[in-house]
């Protein structure tokens, strides 16, 4: 039983798991490691001046294994069905409950299609700025949201925006992940350094 299930770990999905994990959310995300990323190179992501995508892939991956986010990485979703109150995700390899589902799968929007969330005319699927969809507790972020315009930074953004909105919920009022410099080394120790 996970709080929330991010299916997709590119740039979106690693978001919304970080945002979620490090407020508290056991988050599990699945990936099978597909990204647009490994064919990028970034130039427009700000704050970053100039790195390969797939090195940044490896940045963000440690970034959400120190916050203690679990990543099945390779495990590829079947289906993402509404139970309850909340979600069964599937893999070949098992069943996972959730309280909330986000969807970050690229410009794939099957799993939307097949969980019966609403779509728009441009066939992009429908959200508003919380990145939630028509059907409660479900999220959908990056390319499958947006009709051709999904950098790398506008999908962490959406991944961002719909993690912050769980949180939101969870917490029962507008929630804001502000950490200040007094919170650097208490954030720092869990920092698992490279070895090497
Ligand atoms: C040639 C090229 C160059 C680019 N250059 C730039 C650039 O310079 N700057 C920039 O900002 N952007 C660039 N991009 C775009 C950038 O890569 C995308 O905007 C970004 O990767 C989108 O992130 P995302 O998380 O929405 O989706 P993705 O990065 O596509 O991630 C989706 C992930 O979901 C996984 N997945 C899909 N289905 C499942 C499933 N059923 N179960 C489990 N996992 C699943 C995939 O394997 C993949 O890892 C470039 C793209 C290309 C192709």
């Not at 099978?32 to 970034?42: G, S, Y």
């Not at 990145?131 to 479900?138: I, L, Q, Y």
Request: hydrophobic content about 35%; overall charge negative; some cysteine.
């Amino acid at each position: 039983m996970f709080d929330v299930a991010v299916v997709g770990g590119g740039p979106a999905g690693l978001s919304a798991a970080l945002f979620t994990e490090k407020n508290g959310l056991d988050t599990v995300v699945f990936d099978t490691d597909e990204t647009w990323m490994h064919h990028a190179h970034l130039f427009n992501y700000l704050g970053v001046r100039s790195i390969s995508g797939s090195e940044f892939m490896e940045v963000a991956r440690g970034q959400v294994d120190d916050r203690g986010v679990t990543r099945k990485q390779g495990e590829e979703v079947t289906s993402v069905e509404q139970d309850g109150d909340g979600f069964v995700v599937s893999t070949e390899d098992d069943d996972y409950e959730t309280d909330y589902v986000v969807l970050a799968t690229g410009d794939d929007s099957d799993l939307a299609e097949e969980l019966g969330c609403e779509f728009k005319d441009d066939e992009t699927v429908a959200v508003d700025v919380t990145m939630e969809t028509s059907v409660e507790d479900a999220y959908a972020t990056g390319a499958m949201v947006r009709n051709g315009e999904y950098e790398a930074v506008i999908s962490a953004g959406d991944g961002g925006a719909a993690g912050l909105n769980i949180l939101s919920k969870e917490k029962g009022e507008h929630f804001h992940d502000f950490d200040t410099p007094d919170d650097v080394p208490t954030l720092a120790d869990e920092t698992v350094e490279d070895e090497d």
